[in-house]
């Protein structure tokens, strides 16, 4: 076996760096993972163990120092190869220019491709050589989080002696973990062929693990408007009772972590106080139709719905009231005329909004990748002619344009007539939302006639 055998996996969230490690571990010995929050313990660990460590996973947005950073100092004596794991864009990050063994890989992962890494970077015998074990170890800690255990568990007796302790879907309580961890247990195990599972449940149970989420159900809020609305174009939008329960689940779940921090409970009254406020139901809007239309783009997983429900929530937080959040007052924002003089402070107030809410999301633990830039580009227009950064079609975010158009017709299904229907949007809208990866979601939204809806 070679003597530099350790990894070091750097990442800021406890959640990430939990799964990250099993990864690791489910490849290589346990005692070979050195972990990091940050990039300075990062930095320590990697000269304190130099002459061991074998390969470096790392997050890009940190705290202290991203992980460009890390990426430097460690180029300055070594070339150990280096996975960059973050859903941020790398490509013109100077750092990386080099390219010295070094790997992006996208936020969220999936195991094989840190296996087909970790053949590259560790070594394939040994690699092959752990994988060949018909059990991988899981830390009591991480079971205690997950609550509900998707597959079997085992107890390791001695040598290759397994016993089952319990079946799949099976709760696995604190008391139970601390139970374990009193005997001295400090791992119980799964079987090698229920990783993907055990992982991808993992994934979707991370951001329901804080105790916010025992909270009542305050989700949706849309009036009989709306509704009315809404039934012309069910079939259009796909509103499945799968996509309405994912949805309401997902708000719900945002909604209960909003509790746990300060930064962010008073948008939480804003929702509660008025159950048909325009906040309130714009936001409920734009995530169902966002729902829907990446359900029918198959771009949809749990993990995608969640950030859409978080964008969703959060776009407008730092908008002083429901009145500001409205359809007139986007269009006095993108006047050319603004450009021109200082504009009034409420103006002022909705121009910077995105960015405001997109740096305060950026540094929260709870949120997901890639929320931030769907916030963030929440107002570009395909043209160029939004704010903040008059992005063209071509620079905006795959997930921030379907934002977008599910905002524009949750605003005009707010502001709706008599006289409005679904197809009057589509027919106004169409031409305008022609390119990229906006036109792919009119043509999803276009693709079948409307039904009669039964009531």
Not at 61 to 67: L, S, T
Not at 147 to 157: F, Q, R, S
Not at 320 to 346: C, F, G, Q, Y
Not at 405 to 415: G, S, T
Request: glycine share 2%; charged share 25%.
């Amino acid at each position: 076996m070679s003597v530099r055998e350790k990894v070091l996996i750097v990442d800021d969230m406890d959640d990430i760096l939990d799964i990250l490690r099993f990864y690791m571990e489910a490849m290589i010995p346990q005692e070979d993972i050195l972990l990091a929050k940050n990039a300075q313990e990062a930095i320590d660990l990697f000269y304190q163990n130099r002459y061991d460590i074998r390969l470096i996973v790392c997050d890009y947005n940190m705290p202290d120092r991203n992980g460009d950073v890390v990426y430097s100092e460690i180029r300055k004596i070594s070339r150990v190869p280096f996975i960059l794991h973050t859903s941020e864009v790398v490509d013109n990050k100077d750092a990386f220019v080099d390219n010295i063994n070094f790997t992006h890989v996208p936020k969220p992962a999936i195991m094989a491709e840190f296996q087909e890494l970790a053949n590259l970077y560790l070594g394939k015998a040994r690699v092959m050589a752990r994988t060949l074990e018909s059990y991988v170890a899981v830390n009591v800690v991480l079971l205690e989080k997950m609550k509900l255990i998707p597959v079997p568990l085992y107890v390791k007796i001695h040598d290759e002696n397994f016993v089952r302790i319990c079946h799949g879907n099976q709760e696995f309580s604190d008391i139970e973990a601390q139970k374990y961890i009193n005997h001295k247990v400090t791992q119980l195990y799964i079987e090698r062929k229920d990783i993907q599972d055990f992982i991808g449940d993992y994934q979707r149970r991370v951001f329901e693990s804080v105790e916010g989420m025992r909270g009542t159900d305050c989700a949706f809020a849309l009036t009989s408007a709306s509704l009315d609305f809404i039934k012309q174009a069910q079939e259009r939008l796909g509103f499945t009772r799968e996509v309405q329960e994912m949805t309401t689940k997902n708000i719900n779940m945002v909604l209960s972590l909003l509790g746990e921090h300060d930064n962010f409970k008073q948008i939480l009254g804003k929702w509660q106080t008025s159950n048909n406020s325009y906040y309130a139901e714009c936001a409920s809007l734009v995530a169902l139709i966002s729902t829907s239309v990446a359900k029918k783009l198959n771009w949809v997983s749990d993990l995608t719905a969640q950030k859409l429900a978080f964008a969703a929530v959060l776009h407008d937080m730092t908008l002083s009231s429901s009145d500001v959040a409205n359809m007139d007052l986007l269009r006095e924002a993108l006047s050319p005329a603004w450009k021109k003089k200082k504009p009034p402070a409420h103006i002022e107030e909705y121009r910077n909004h995105p960015a405001k809410a997109s740096e305060l999301v950026k540094n929260w633990q709870h949120c997901p990748p890639d929320v931030d830039t769907i916030i963030l580009q929440h107002h570009e227009l395909p043209d160029g002619s939004g704010f903040p950064s008059h992005l063209g079609h071509q620079r905006i975010a795959p997930l921030a344009a379907l934002f977008i158009v599910a905002e524009d017709l949750a605003r005009y299904i707010l502001a709706a007539t008599p006289q409005k229907n679904f197809d009057t949007w589509l027919f106004e809208r169409r031409d305008y939302f022609s390119r990229s990866e906006f036109k792919k979601v009119v043509e999803v939204l276009a693709m079948s006639e409307p039904d009669q809806i039964a009531t």
